[in-house]
T-cell receptor, first 116, second 110 residues
Framework: SAVISQKPSRDICQRGTSLTIQCQVDSQVTMMFWYRQQPGQSLTLIATANQGSEATYESGFVIDKFPISRPNLTFSTLTVSNMSPEDSSIYLC?????????????FGDGTRLSIL | SQQGEEDPQALSIQEGENATMNCSYKTSINNLQWYRQNSGRGLVHLILIRSNEREKHSGRLRVTLDTSKKSSSLLITASRAADTASYFCASTSGTYKYIFGTGTRLKVLA
């Protein structure tokens, strides 16, 4: 299975600043996803990172707040912009081999973000 | 919300006992998957059961699926302290979207 490296693993940021989270996969993958997880809660899909085109955002998430890049099939970044305390959360990158939901997802260990 | 529901929310058992957690979902599915999340880590895939399957085993894990009731259960037999984690179900319906359940926090006491 794919090995996913996510950086940074944690950060404490000031409100109003932005942070870019990196996700590196050890093999080429079709699908890359970004999730948000409040401590002790379930996962909420932010967007699907598409290689060579704009990301597909879920309801409630917008590109201005969460710009995503995917320059190739092994790398993606998620930026959390103009952060507020409500953005304090765990951000997870995941990958899957196909876009039909018939394969498991493989996750990075997440980025634990705290906004002061 | 499309989110699946899991119960119990939390479960505490003694080492060696069996742990059962349940997942209910809302729409028809292609498959249902179970994941484990250790504290401070990402999710790890455990098992996938397709909509035309009723039961599946993997080591100490047994998963059942009842599509008429839109529910699934995960049984961990002979639990160990290392099984302490949160467990999530995730359903898919033929698209890229995985609908994750609310999770069950399992604590296995040594």
């Amino acid at each position: 299975s794919a090995v996913i490296s996510q950086k940074p693993s944690r950060d404490i940021c000031q409100r109003g600043t932005s942070l870019t989270i990196q996700c590196q996969v050890d093999s080429q993958v079709t699908m890359m996803f970004w999730y948000r997880q409040q401590p002790g809660q379930s996962l909420t899909l932010i967007a699907t990172a598409n290689q060579g085109s704009e990301a597909t955002y879920e309801s409630g998430f917008v590109i201005d707040k969460f710009p995503i890049s995917r320059p190739n099939l092994t790398f993606s970044t998620l930026t959390v912009s103009n952060m507020s305390p409500e953005d304090s959360s765990i951000y997870l990158c995941s990958v899957a081999g196909t876009g039909d939901g018939n394969q498991p997802q493989h996750f990075g260990d997440g980025t634990r973000l705290s906004i002061l | 919300s499309q989110q699946g529901e899991e119960d119990p929310q939390a479960l505490s058992i003694q080492e060696g006992e069996n742990a059962t957690m349940n997942c209910s979902y809302k729409t028809s599915i292609n498959n249902l998957q179970w994941y484990r999340q250790n504290s401070g880590r990402g999710l790890v895939h455990l098992i996938l059961i397709r909509s035309n399957e009723r039961e599946k085993h993997s080591g100490r894990l047994r998963v059942t699926l009842d599509t008429s009731k839109k529910s699934s259960s995960l049984l961990i037999t002979a639990s160990r302290a290392a099984d302490t984690a949160s467990y999530f179900c995730a359903s898919t319906s033929g698209t890229y979207k995985y609908i994750f359940g609310t999770g069950t926090r399992l604590k296995v006491l040594a």
